[in-house]
């Protein structure tokens, strides 16, 4: 089992900067793919940025330049670093994990075995 928890979010006017931090307990030597998701008002649910074993990274071209995520093994605490935020991103940010190829997970999320409760961006104009 794997817990996640999310923490980081707010309200920021655009061009502003948040970062979201996603700490990961319990069976975290099983996890293959950590990344985060988003569902704004009205929209479908989206992947933003994914963290595979080894380092390698994936962002949404919606977020590419703005957006990085980074992850710090040693304390198992994924992070999304977002700056210059649109009013678009305002959204609810969720942290997942599994062990998956990120890349199948970004086109099929529910094979996410593991959710966090969610944390909401708002970003006005």
């Known amino acids: 089992q794997v817990q996640l928890m999310e923490s980081g979010g707010g309200s920021v006017q655009a061009g502003g900067s948040l970062r979201l931090s996603c700490t990961v307990t319990g069976d975290t030597d099983r996890q293959y793919c950590v990344g985060w998701f988003r569902r704004g008002p009205g929209k479908e649910r989206e992947g933003v940025a994914t963290?595979?074993?080894?380092?390698?990274?994936w962002h949404a071209d919606s977020v590419k330049g703005r957006f990085a995520i980074s992850k710090d093994n040693a304390k198992n605490i994924l992070y999304l670093q977002m700056n210059n935020l649109k009013p678009e991103d305002s959204a609810m940010y969720y942290c997942v994990a599994d062990r998956i190829h990120c890349d199948v997970g970004v086109r099929a999320p529910d094979l996410f075995a593991y959710w966090g409760q969610g944390t909401q961006v708002s970003v006005s104009s």
């Open positions: 963290f595979e074993d080894g380092g390698f990274t």
